[in-house]
């Protein structure tokens, strides 16, 4: 083997027409070869990292992206959103998008109840859209996911329909709320090769109660984060690092009644209340 060979497969590179290919391709070669060395690389091992590999995208579909999850549980995922949210600090914080976002989720008006049969507590979630100087933002789109009772997302399951899933547009003081079911903490998929790894190292599985959120507005960058319940005993251990301490709220616990929007709720309720701030895309440079 050539002592030049790290130099040599960077150099290959050097007729890329692209600089940004060339700097991302040398730098993921420099580093993947000082990590062989590392760690003394064996031939088996290597076959095995390749198998472990192939089978992380055999076993992806379009609605269980387990290289995402891959990515999510080595920290990746974070790093990167650490790396590009250069977010001022009245915005709210970004985190993981997870693999289980999916275009082209049903319109609703605000208020409504966007369970549609999904199993758990019913839970009022509310809050408004604003800048980072507190003035609303009318006419932003929220997109929101979650998973039910059970600990499963709607594409997980054999539906005809989504539940715990779509999305709204706030009114013009920035208000949004919409009815869906209390989180609950649950285990990522580890019947993969994902959850060998987790094996692996000795670590668990588990997510914190949360409840994702995808905002978007004209003149203002893109939010991606969650809304963590508090108390859940996984905020400390997330296997995809996603928890950020200003993104935990209370869930408040209700008796059966008439809840703040009217509606008659024949069982104990829940509620939660939760600013979400877009930082404008001046303010992202």
């Given amino acids: 083997m050539s002592d030049n060979l790290t130099d040599e497969v960077v150099a290959s590179f050097d007729g ?21 060395r590392e760690v003394d690389l064996t031939e088996e091992e290597y076959f095995r990292g ?10 992806s579909t379009a609605t269980r992206q387990e290289f995402v999850l891959l990515a999510d549980v080595l920290g990746l995922s974070m790093l990167t959103v650490g790396l590009d949210a250069k977010l001022p600090a009245e915005a709210t914080a970004a985190t993981v998008f997870g693999p289980f976002f999916v275009e082209g989720s049903p319109a609703y008006a605000l208020g409504d109840d966007i369970a549609n049969g999904a199993p758990g507590t019913p839970c009022l979630v509310s809050g408004r859209v604003l800048d980072t100087k507190g003035q609303p933002i009318g006419g932003a789109l929220l997109e929101t996911w979650q998973a039910d009772e059970d600990g499963f997302y709607d594409v997980q399951k054999d539906l005809d ?29 580890d019947d993969g090769p994902v959850g060998e790894l987790l094996r692996a190292g000795g670590r668990g599985p588990m997510r914190p109660a949360h409840i994702h959120f ?12 969650h809304v963590f319940a508090a108390g859940d005993e996984h905020l400390v251990d997330d296997a995809v690092f996603g928890v950020k301490d200003s993104l935990i709220a209370e869930f408040t616990e209700h008796p059966a009644g008439t809840a703040p929007d009217g509606r008659v709720v024949y ?9 979400l701030v ?7 440079l």
């Fill in 267 to 275: 069982q104990a309720w829940a509620a939660v209340h939760y600013d």
């Fill in 161 to 189: 329909s989504p539940q715990n899933r779509g999305h709204f547009t706030t009114d013009a003081e920035g208000n949004f709320s919409f009815w869906s079911v209390r989180p609950v903490a649950y285990p990522i998929p």
């Fill in 50 to 59: 390749i198998d472990f590999l192939t089978r992380t995208g055999q076993i």
């Fill in 16 to 36: 890329s027409p692209d600089a940004r290919t060339k700097d991302v391709m040398g730098a993921l070669v420099r580093h993947l070869h000082a990590f062989a």
């Fill in 214 to 225: 995808m905002v978007t507005a004209p003149g203002f960058a893109r939010l991606i984060t």
């Fill in 278 to 284: 877009l930082a404008t895309t001046e303010e992202t």
